[in-house]
């Protein structure tokens, strides 16, 4: 990813992510249905769209966004986490990566409107 180059500030960080997570509850196959809740406050980061696209689901044209979020290091953020942005609930697809290994940054790719965090 091109963002994993690049020397991060707090003041890059100009849009805000609430970080999710989902409340114990399981449905009758044993998959996860709890609600989302809020997991702290929002905090900032820098958002790059990466990708939109639309795609044709049950007889419905789906849109979907792709995005890298860069947020300070945080051990806690999972892909069995989901965040929103703009009011956008985003899956977070896989787990995230420390920007050059450290642990000062994090990237976090992330899509919308294939599950909307479900």
Not at 16 to 25: C, E, L, S, T
Not at 65 to 72: D, F, P, Q, T
Request: aromatic letters at 6%; charged letters at 25%.
């Amino acid at each position: 990813m091109a963002t994993t180059n690049r020397i991060y500030s707090a003041g890059q960080l100009k849009h805000q992510v609430q970080i999710q997570a989902r409340a114990a509850g399981e449905d009758g196959l044993g998959e996860a249905d709890g609600a989302w809740v809020n997991e702290g406050g929002p905090i900032f980061a820098a958002v790059f769209p990466v990708r939109a696209a639309e795609r044709l689901q049950a007889g419905a044209v789906q849109e979907t966004l792709e995005i890298v979020v860069i947020v300070r290091y945080r051990a806690s953020i999972t892909a069995r986490k989901r965040l929103l942005w703009k009011g956008h609930p985003y899956d977070i697809q896989g787990d995230p990566v420390p920007v050059d290994g450290g642990t000062d940054w994090l990237e976090i790719s992330a899509i919308s409107g294939v599950r909307d965090g479900r």
